[in-house]
Every structure is written in C-alpha cells, then in structure tokens.
C-alpha cells in the first residue's frame, strides 16, 4: 500500500525522495507528503491527492538544501485523505517527523493517554500518535532517536512500518518494522529506505532485507541494525537482479500494456533453470523428497489475482499427482479452523510477498505444524522469509496494480512445482513429465503468437465501450480464467462484471442475460475432453438464445464454434491445462482497452493497492 522512502547522503534528498515516491507511485495512494532535515529544523510539505500536487506545492515552496530526508505515499486507513491527514506527521515540538505504513491497533488507547497529558493533536490518524511518543521517549533514550523508536514499538500492536527524522540530527534516518515492508539500500557514502526496492533502484542495486521486528539506524556511512530490544540483529545482503529500466513503461501508454506484453519472457524466465535434461530440477525448493513424499494434501492461498491462480493449478495438482488440493481465500482462511497437520503442504501466493492476509495464512498454517511453500515475485519479501521454501517466479517488477504477468508466472511456477512433485513422488512416468515439460516450455512462444493478434481485441473493446456489464463463463480451467478476466474489468474499467462456471448459468445467472449483453465463453480444446468441449458449446447457445452477444474465445482450428459466436477470438492449440496461459492475455488486453477509452488511469485505478498490507 503506502509508499515509504528515507534518504541519507550527499545528493539533494528532496530529489530522491520525491523521485523514490514516483517509483513507488503504482502501489495505490491518495496524499504525499516530505519531510527535510535542514538548518535545525524540519520543512514539512504534504498535499492530498496526486504526486503532482505535492510536486506542485514544493515548486512554490521549495525546501532547503539538505541531504536527509523522507517522504511518504499515504492510502488512507485511519482518517480520509485530506491534507491534515497526510504524512509525514511531526511532534507537538515540531522536532520529530514520522511516516508509518500499517495500521497501530491499539491507537485509540495510546491517542487517550496523549490526550489525557495535555498533547494537542491535528489530525485523525493513528500515525500522529507515534510522532508525540517518540519526541516524549526521546530523554530517556538519551536523545538517540533509534533507542527511542525501539522504545515506542515495543508498545505498539498491530502491522506498521515506521520512518522517522529529527530536526536536529542530520544525516539520521531511523525505521522500523513488524508485518509490514521495508527494505534497505546500501550505497557508496549515501544509504536508503524504502517500502520497495524500485524506490532505490536507479541509485543502488544492494539491497538488506529488515526481519521481523527490527529497528534500522541509517547514516551515510553505516547501517545499523537491531532487533525492539536493542539486541544486534542479523541480516541477509542481496543483489537486485533487474535494473530502474525495467520499472519504466519502455514506450508504452501504460505500465499494464507494457507488462502485458512481457509476459511471454516472464513465462520463460519463470522455467529458466529448472529444466535440465528433460527433467525438473528445483535445488531452491529445500524440501526433501522423504519430506514431499509424506505430503497427503494440499491447501493454496491467495487472494485476488493470485487466488484465481491458485484455482487453476488445483487442476493440474490433483490430475498429475493425485493429492487432494484445496483451494482458500486467504482471508478467510485461519477464520473457518481449517484441518491441517505435518503432512499438510499450503502453498502462499503472492506477487509481493507481503500480502497481509496471505502472510497471516501462512502463519496459522505453520502454527498448526504443515509446511508452507511460498510463489513469490519479489526477492526478500516476509512470506518468502516466513515460509519454508520458495518458489520465486522472476517476473521482474510489476508497477500497475491491476496483475497481468503475475498471474501467468505464478500458474507456472505450481506447474513446475506440481510436475516435480509428481517427479518425486513416482506417481508419473518420466516420458509423460517430459512431454509435459516440453508443453510448458513452448508456451512463452504461443503467448507471443497472441500478442501478435490483439488489435481485432482492442476493436472489439471500442464496440462494446458503452456496455453497462460483462459477462464472463467457462468450464474447468476456463472458469477461474472467467474469473479473473471479470476482476480486471472491475479494477480498471470500473464496471459490472461477473464470472461464472458455464454450467451454472441455469441455476441463476441466465437471468442476467438480455439483449445485446457481451458475455466472453472460454472454450476449452476439442481433443482429450470432447465432452467438455461439447458441453461448452451447448452453452454458448443457450447465451445466444436469449439475444446476448457470444465473444468466443477458441483454438485456431476449431470450427464448431463458429456458427454461435458473434465474435471470436483465436488462441494457440494446447493442453486444456496449458490453455489459461493464451486464454487470459486477450482478456487483459480488453480490460486495458476499455478502462482507456473510458479515459480512467488503468495504471493507478480508485481505491486500490498494489500490494495491500492491512487485513
């Protein structure tokens, strides 16, 4: 959610702040905000809405030269967006500024005691309240500004990511983390912090991850790290393997058209490696083949994107290795008592790692004693960490918050997770693995033949741009493709739209269906399910009887669609298993053109996070 960015060093740490905050712009926001250090004193500039209000503001307000400073993208939690409400938030002395990414659950007591003391304060944050108890910690802590941060959070519960400056200590930054991202960049006489890595990246590519409750000392010159008790803390050193070019949009309109268009390498990076010899090889995976061969069931979660992910690859788990597998909301998950035990495997989805609801999953999951396999795009994030191994899917950063090569590289990395269990396992003969793995490798080139042909897609969005609902149906895999082709419409195009399992139309949603309503069927191959197949087009007509508009989506020789689609769309022939891969991409595609014929942000759509870190 919230972008965070602390800055120490030589350069003009307004500049790489605001910059930072740039980068960090495609996690979802409604106010920004900077605080420098400078001359003994903080300039605080903070303005609701776009980063180019705050721009806006420093441009007739400029702040003085100065080397320190941080800054912040605020998604409103406690309080709306209004410019009061904006961070940073600075003490009753105007000493200290803090910004915070989390929410502090036990504000409302911490704000009461405040209060009671006589402290006067001016907004409706949760935030506010940190900024006052740091200014009052800090004579005790004998003014060391990490002493006092240490301090405070061990009185705070709840997730929270906390900055802060001082006005008279430059070249000083402190953080602070539990259940929420921040990550530090080492440079050469300068260092940073940030909630990601992409709000560095043009300066440093090394990277420390902040483990669980850890406080961060930042000088130009030294890292300090410790854990709320003052303890030395251990940390992890890497590299980011992909540079500040590959977070621009590269000449397209969008972040989401570029992103869309790089899925086919996404896919084959996602393989890249862990095919040798026609077998797969996953040394990452740090399970042992005893331990795999002990597992008896399957539990995935996820939310969003990642959960219809998820859904897809629970076809392909149970057919290739015959474990059962279940499929849970993570945000639902811990809720319902779920049955687990030592031979539970739960797989965690998520791009960023540091999904709230996912990350409380995978916690109750490891409490009950299964094992957690983490899917994960981003490199030292806290579900990779908290996890017991990692599958990481090297789709490179993702910036628009509406996914699209996620989604793709993450049914990928449970495929090749699924076929090395099977591996494992012995339940799979190797020639069938080999001619599995040999499909999967061919389809970063089919999903290439697709965006070869998007333009008939971009005109179909232009014919139905007035259309006041979608509807999206399929079968089998296709469904959950159903799925997440309607969540892209809702996301970025803001409009009504359902998917639905084809063979539920007539148990409810066939009333939806009216005159010249676009519904999307998802037709699955016609070789190896011919029933399938068979039955999809028997609803294909039953949408077309009632005056509904058929937009099928089929494979290049499929014929015995044509006389019931109004539209068709051609895809690559392959697997019905491998089909989501070339299903989904026409389906982005058309979201992303008709969110811009709508004229709405397709990068940065209302009320929504990139990565959203708060239950």
């Known amino acids: 959610m919230c972008g965070i960015v602390g800055y120490v060093g030589s350069k003009q740490a307004v500049d790489v702040v605001v ?23 903080l300039a605080v500039r903070k303005k609701a809405g776009k980063l180019a209000n705050l721009r806006d503001v420093l441009d007739h307000d400029p702040t003085p030269a100065s080397g320190t400073g941080i800054g912040h993208t605020r998604w409103a939690t406690h309080g709306g967006p209004t410019d009061a409400n904006a961070h940073p938030h600075v003490s009753e002395d105007g000493k200290v500024a803090i910004i915070h990414n989390g929410i502090i659950e036990n504000f409302a007591e911490l704000r009461a005691e405040l209060l009671a003391a006589g402290v006067h304060l001016t907004s409706e944050t949760d935030t506010e309240v940190v900024a006052h108890l740091l200014a009052a910690a800090l004579p005790a802590a004998d003014g060391d500004l990490a002493e006092a941060m240490r301090r405070v959070c061990r009185r705070l519960a709840g997730a929270f990511t906390l900055v802060a400056a001082h006005a008279d200590m430059p070249g000083v930054v402190v953080g602070a983390r539990r259940n ?11 260092n940073f912090l940030a909630s990601d890595v992409a709000a560095f990246i043009a300066h440093t590519r090394h990277a420390i991850e902040l483990g669980q409750d850890q406080v961060v000392e930042l000088r130009p010159d030294r890292i300090t790290v410790t854990d709320f008790h003052g303890a030395p803390a251990q940390v992890h050193e890497y590299e980011v393997t992909w540079d500040a070019a590959a977070a621009e949009k590269g000449g397209y309109d ?9 899925q086919p390498k996404a896919v084959a990076d996602t393989l890249l490696g862990r095919i040798k010899h026609g077998r797969l090889t996953l040394d990452e995976l740090q399970f042992s083949e005893e331990e795999l061969r ?9 939310c969003g994107t990642a959960f219809h992910a998820g859904l897809v690859a629970k076809y392909a788990i149970e057919h290739w290795t015959r474990v059962p597998c279940e499929v849970e909301l993570a ?17 965690a989805i998520s791009q960023s790692g540091e999904t709230m609801d996912t990350l409380m999953a995978l916690r109750y999951a490891k409490e009950q004693g299964s094992r957690v396999l983490a899917i994960c795009n981003t490199q030292g994030s806290t579900i990779p960490r908290e996890s017991d191994a990692v599958l990481y899917t090297h789709a490179g950063p993702e910036v628009a918050v509406a996914s699209t090569k996620a989604f793709l590289t993450q049914i990928v990395a449970v495929y090749v997770f699924a076929l090395y269990f099977g591996q494992v396992r012995g339940n799979m003969y190797d020639e069938e693995i080999q001619h599995l793995i040999a499909q999967v490798a061919d389809m970063p080139q089919k999903v290439d033949l697709v965006l070869d042909t998007v333009e008939p897609i971009r005109a179909l969005a232009r014919t139905y741009a007035d259309a006041h609902s979608v509807l999206f149906i399929g079968r089998h895999v296709g469904y959950p493709v159903a799925l997440e082709g309607a969540l892209k419409l809702k996301e970025i195009a803001y409009m009504h739209a359902e998917g639905f399992a084809a063979g539920e139309l007539k148990h409810g949603p066939i009333a939806l269906l009216e005159e010249g309503l676009p519904v999307f069927v998802v037709v699955p191959p016609p070789a190896g399910r011919s029933v399938l197949h068979e039955k999809m087009v028997s609803n294909i007509q039953e949408v077309r009887a009632r005056g509904a508009h ?7 020789d499929d ?18 298993l491998l089909q989501p891969l070339v299903a989904t991409v026409p389906l982005q595609v058309f979201a992303c053109e008709m969110a811009t014929l709508r004229g709405f942000d397709v990068d940065q759509p209302r009320n929504l996070a990139k990565s959203v870190t708060v239950e």
Do not use: N, Q
Request: aromatic share 6%; glycine share 8%.
């Open 254 to 262: 969008t972040f989401m058209l570029k992103e869309i268009h790089e």
């Open 559 to 576: 014929d015995s669609v044509l006389d019931y689609a109004d539209h068709i769309i051609r895809i690559p022939a392959c697997s019905t």
């Open 180 to 190: 929420s991202p921040l990550v530090v960049g080492r440079g050469d006489g300068e």
């Open 550 to 556: 058929t937009i099928v989506l089929a494979e290049e």
């Open 294 to 302: 002990s597992v008896d069931k399957i539990i995935i979660t996820a």
């Open 19 to 41: 910059d930072g905050l740039r980068r960090l712009e495609y996690r979802g926001y409604d106010s920004a905000g900077v605080a420098i250090v400078a001359d003994g004193a």
């Open 331 to 347: 945000s639902e998950f811990r809720y319902r008592d779920p049955i687990l035990d030592r031979h539970t495997l739960v797989i």
